[in-house]
T-cell receptor, first 114, second 116 residues
């Protein structure tokens, strides 16, 4: 069973640009969550999508957005990049149920903003 | 709001020593889920265990064991006979498991270094 696939693995962008990251969940998983990991703030929840709908959102500015497609693949977009957006962005997939099912994470996309 | 505290920022042990990673959590909900993840240098978060709030039974899996105590709001993780391959950052996390509170709240992580 293939794991969670995130592309690209590494990305370098210039301040002010925008970026799109992609995540393909485990086959059969309909929920995709995104997390940001930085040395200063640690792992923080960005948002979660299920059946193409955003179900939950963390405390991030509107520059951070996402979407989910009918095949459950998800993208997140960051507009007007700032230096502080440099981070490891992790995607997690899970089955949407009510018992706190475990999340499977991808290897992440390391974004560097210069 | 939920909170997870991992007071140990870094731990260094010599191979074959036992090591315990501490995790203390805060939540007002009676139904919640606790997790441990391992993050090697490659960056991927590797799932180790999930425990729900109604199951305080301790668990052992090979060299790994977990001690869940609701009375002290702790979910500690012990590695017995540590190995160099255990070197990684370990995260404890909490989820309320349903609806808008499904997301994981992570602790700040403990960097474990196992020296040969």
């Amino acid at each position: 069973k293939a794991g969670v696939t995130q592309t690209p693995r590494y990305l370098i962008k210039t301040r002010g640009q925008q970026v799109t990251l992609s995540c393909s969940p485990i086959s059969g998983h309909r929920s995709v969550s995104w997390y940001q990991q930085t040395p200063g703030q640690g792992l923080q929840f960005l948002f979660e999508y299920f059946s193409e709908t955003q179900r939950n959102k963390g405390n991030f500015p509107g520059r951070f957005s996402g979407r989910q497609f009918s095949n459950s693949r998800s993208e997140m977009n960051v507009s007007t990049l700032e230096l502080g957006d440099s981070a490891l962005y992790l995607c997690a997939s899970s089955a949407w149920d009510s018992d706190g099912h475990g999340y499977t994470f991808g290897s992440g996309t390391r974004l560097t903003v210069v | 709001a939920q909170k997870v505290t991992q007071a140990q920022t870094e731990i260094s042990v010599v191979e074959k020593e036992d090591v315990t990673l501490d995790c203390v959590y805060e939540t007002r909900d009676t139904t919640y889920y606790l997790f441990w993840y391992k993050q090697p240098p490659s960056g991927e978060l590797v799932f180790l265990i999930r425990r729900n709030s109604f199951d305080e039974q301790n668990e052992i899996s090979g060299r790994y064991s977990w001690n869940f105590q609701k009375s002290t709001s702790s979910f500690n993780f012990t590695i017995t006979a540590s190995q160099v391959v255990d070197s990684a950052v370990y995260f404890c996390a909490l989820s309320l498991g349903s609806g808008s509170a499904r997301q994981l709240t992570f602790g700040s992580g403990t960097q474990l270094t196992v020296l040969p």
